[in-house]
């Protein structure tokens, strides 16, 4: 069955940077699409950013410039590079897959998530 475990999720002060990992397993990690979702209190789950089974990369506006999504496909590894981290970026970040080549916003299989903490 699909896994997805997150890591590297903690607690860093305004400007920071964190890199969030997503080891897979399950699947032939290259056939799916793959995706960063994150959720705060209170507020929906929303897409931070995806890669294609063709490498191409799509982000959320609130993240462009500040986050880079990269796999390592030998690892069968997802990451999520935050750099510049606000105080809005606090929430439960979730790794996702897809099962189309391309990401649609909605996957199949999620993550347990991993908190990230954004101090002020």
């Known amino acids: 069955q699909v896994q997805l475990v997150e890591s590297g999720g903690g607690s860093v002060q305004s400007g920071g940077s964190l890199r969030l990992s997503c080891a897979a397993s399950g699947y032939t990690y290259t056939s799916y699409c793959m995706a960063w979702f994150r959720q705060s209190p209170g507020k929906e789950r929303e897409g931070v950013a995806s890669?294609?089974?063709?490498?191409?990369?799509s982000y959320a506006d609130s993240v462009k410039g500040r986050f880079t999504i990269s796999q390592d496909n030998a690892k069968n590894t997802l990451y999520l590079q935050m750099n510049s981290l606000k105080p809005e970026d606090t929430a439960v970040y979730y790794c996702?897959?897809?099962?189309?080549?391309?990401?649609?916003?909605?996957?199949?299989?999620w993550g347990q998530g991993t908190q990230v903490t954004v101090s002020s």
């Open positions: 890669i294609d089974t063709d490498g191409s990369t």
């Open positions: 996702a897959a897809d099962r189309r080549r391309r990401c649609t916003w909605s996957p199949n299989y």
